[in-house]
């Protein structure tokens, strides 16, 4: 507002496609019409229309992507990097770009106020704060002043042992189901897409990889095929014996089309809504399917990393967490950052407005300091 009444224009960048609706709302709602929109998911049409706005000036507000840091906007007196640890502000493609560089050059350029934003801000960022080569802003309260969740961690060994093979946990299971009886919804984050994560020879241990990029393939069940998740490469029909010794292949591992298919099988009555990149793949996807969360047409949302960011649903009091600890050992010298960030964000999703939330975290480590850590909310002492 204070930008605008000086009569210069602003630049808010978030890091995922699914957060610009709901932010465009917002902004569209407090400052009219002129706030443009760019990112990946608009078509050619759409995005030379919004590009032509901002060039004729005709925007005071851009909201995007990463990719929204090189809009043709002129007289920027604010650039806000919303959630600024994540990766997505990193482009993996050429052109290599970090969009943090590119704000703090456009920001310079013009004078403007550089603003980061995170509950959980990157170690650069928060070191770079504390060394006063940029100035710390502390929230210490919550908005609405609502206690933050309750966090429970669940010992999935203890679950094996007790005879349970499933992917969700009998204390998971009671939550859910307390949950719908009180007609609440639930979130429930796990970060692999897919139905079995794994193919692996039962004699010889060869796992079946990418020929293009060695990472192991994924297998579909609607498509009945194993699918690569870097470069898309498929394999159709679904391989059942060993290319290297002729063996038997057995798939293992769980992704969110195995576990949807377990909601459903133990909770017959729930309306599930699975979100993630196979489920979002048409155009404005993210949109309409947290617009049918929000008006209460599902009860579960069980979704990859787009469900556990900045999203806001007032009847949300229920947050899980499965299949965290392969993010805990993942490659990556960020693996630990990565994973306090998303548990850290997701259990914020829970009691966001009059009723108060509470967070399961489901993990064969429950002693990992990196979990304790992120379940009290604690980031100073995390970093």
Same mark, same amino acid.
């Given at each position: 507002?204070?930008? *605008?009444?000086?009569?210069?224009?602003?630049? %808010?960048? &978030?890091?995922?496609?699914? #957060?610009?609706?709901?932010?465009? /709302?917002? *902004?569209?709602?407090?400052?009219?019409?002129? %706030?443009? &929109?760019?990112?990946?998911? #608009?078509?050619?049409?759409?995005? /030379?229309?919004?590009?032509?706005?901002?060039?004729?000036?005709?925007?005071?507000?851009v909201v995007g992507t990463r990719s929204a840091i090189f809009s043709p906007l002129e007289n920027i007196g604010l650039v806000i990097i919303d959630e600024e640890q994540e990766h997505t502000y990193r482009s993996e493609s050429a052109p290599r770009y970090s969009a943090h560089e590119v704000a703090r050059q456009r920001a310079a350029e013009n004078g403007a106020l550089l603003l980061l934003a995170s509950a959980t801000p990157s170690t650069e960022s928060y070191y770079a704060a504390q060394h006063g080569r940029t100035q710390l802003v502390c929230l210490t309260k919550r908005y609405g002043g609502n206690p933050l969740p309750k966090v429970q961690i669940v010992d999935m060994r203890a679950e094996l042992a007790s005879g349970n093979p499933r992917e969700i946990s009998l204390a998971m299971e009671d939550a859910i189901r307390h949950n719908l009886e009180a007609g609440k919804q639930t979130i429930l984050l796990l970060n692999r897409r897919g139905y079995r994560t794994i193919g692996m020879c039962t004699t010889c241990g060869h796992v079946l990889?990418?020929?293009?990029?060695?990472?192991?393939?994924?297998?579909?069940?609607?498509?009945?095929?194993?699918?690569?998740?870097?470069?898309?490469?498929?394999?159709?029909?679904?391989?059942?014996?060993?290319?290297?010794?002729?063996?038997?292949?057995?798939?293992?591992?769980?992704?969110?089309?195995?576990?949807?298919?377990?909601?459903?099988?133990?909770?017959?009555?729930?309306?599930?809504?699975?979100?993630?990149?196979?489920?979002?793949?048409?155009?404005d996807a993210h949109e309409t399917m947290l617009a049918q969360f929000a008006r209460h047409e599902y009860d579960i949302l069980l979704g990859t990393q787009m469900v556990a960011k900045g999203l806001d649903f007032e009847k949300v009091t229920l947050v899980g967490v499965l299949g965290i600890d392969s993010l805990l050992f993942g490659q990556g010298f960020r693996a630990y950052e990565s994973v306090f960030s998303l548990i850290t964000q997701v259990v914020g999703r829970g009691g966001r407005a009059a009723l108060p939330g509470r967070a399961l975290i489901q993990t064969s480590v429950p002693d990992h300091p990196v979990l304790q850590l992120a379940a009290a909310q604690d980031y100073d002492a995390f970093f």
């Open positions: 507002e204070h930008c *605008l009444q000086m009569g210069r224009r602003a630049l %808010v960048l &978030v890091p995922e496609i699914s #957060l610009t609706p709901q932010m465009i /709302l917002r *902004l569209k709602s407090q400052f009219g019409k002129r %706030v443009a &929109v760019q990112h990946s998911a #608009l078509n050619h049409t759409e995005r /030379l229309l919004q590009w032509q706005m901002i060039q004729d000036g005709g925007a005071d507000i990889k990418c020929p293009n990029c060695s990472v192991p393939l994924v297998y579909h069940k609607p498509q009945q095929a194993l699918l690569c998740h870097h470069c898309g490469h498929t394999v159709h029909p679904l391989p059942q014996t060993c290319p290297e010794c002729g063996g038997k292949i057995s798939y293992s591992g769980f992704g969110t089309q195995r576990v949807e298919e377990e909601l459903a099988e133990l909770l017959p009555g729930a309306r599930i809504l699975r979100m993630d990149q196979d489920s979002t793949s048409r155009k």
